[in-house]
């Protein structure tokens, strides 16, 4: 079960449930992978309805090594995620939230 005082978010892909959590780490690799832009301006996407499947895909992928996964964005391209890509683009701004939270915080 994901812990919401650590930022973890459940997601479950092909079939596999993985705790996916935005460390520093994955945070810095997350920032050095965007396309366009710093980790604000991926908020502001999140934020505004704006985010592309590439926001999606690198927040679940920085989610997941950041909870200790060793794959990558290659290797979900074929993946099936619970719930398909609404779940997945749920998935990805609840880590992004959480990510930012004080513990309280709604």
Sequence with gaps: MANAWRGEVEIVVDG?????????????ELEAGLETGALVDLVRRFETGRCSTRDVLA???AGLRGGGWSGTARDLLSAEIAGGPMAAAKAAAEL???AFMLPGES
């Design 16 to 28: 596999e449930r993985h705790l996916m959590r935005l460390t520093l780490g994955a945070l810095a």
């Design 59 to 61: 927040l679940i992928v």
């Design 96 to 98: 992004l939230a959480r």
